[in-house]
């Protein structure tokens, strides 16, 4: 198990750019494949952006494609989340969450039950 510390949220006017920062603890990034969920107030959780074991491969729902970006620095342990062109309906609070894969470096995970450890989240607020 690995310990996910985000940050970086906040309150923001519509059209302003955010970036989520999540480090990892207790074990290196390469051995996880990471995803960013965010859940509205009200809804359910929602994943928003997920990179792969080995970082080539990425997904974006097609609510935030084009907007988020995620990345990650291994030499940092830490994961990032990229959001541009924010709307009202992005604001929820922003978790990032790891998932131990052994062998398959290549795929994404975007269903919460895929993920073992989960940070404690972070608010984003954007206001119209």
């Known amino acids: 198990h690995v310990q996910l510390v985000e940050s970086g949220g906040g309150l923001v006017q519509a059209g302003d750019s955010l970036t989520l920062s999540c480090a990892v603890s207790g074990d290196p990034l390469s051995k996880f494949a990471m995803g960013w969920f965010r859940q509205p107030p009200g809804n359910q959780r929602e994943v928003v952006a997920a990179i792969s074991r080995n970082g080539g491969m990425t997904y974006y729902p097609d609510s935030v494609k084009a907007r988020f970006h995620i990345r990650r620095d291994i030499t940092k342990n830490t994961i990032y989340l990229q959001m541009d062109n924010l709307k009202p309906e992005d604001t929820a609070v922003y978790s990032c969450?790891?998932?131990?894969?052994?062998?398959?470096?290549?795929?994404?995970?975007?269903?919460?039950?895929?993920?073992?450890?989960w940070g404690q989240g972070t608010q984003v607020t954007v206001s119209s």
């Open positions: 969450a790891a998932h131990a894969t052994e062998f398959t470096t290549i795929l994404t995970y975007t269903a919460a039950t895929d993920y073992e450890d």
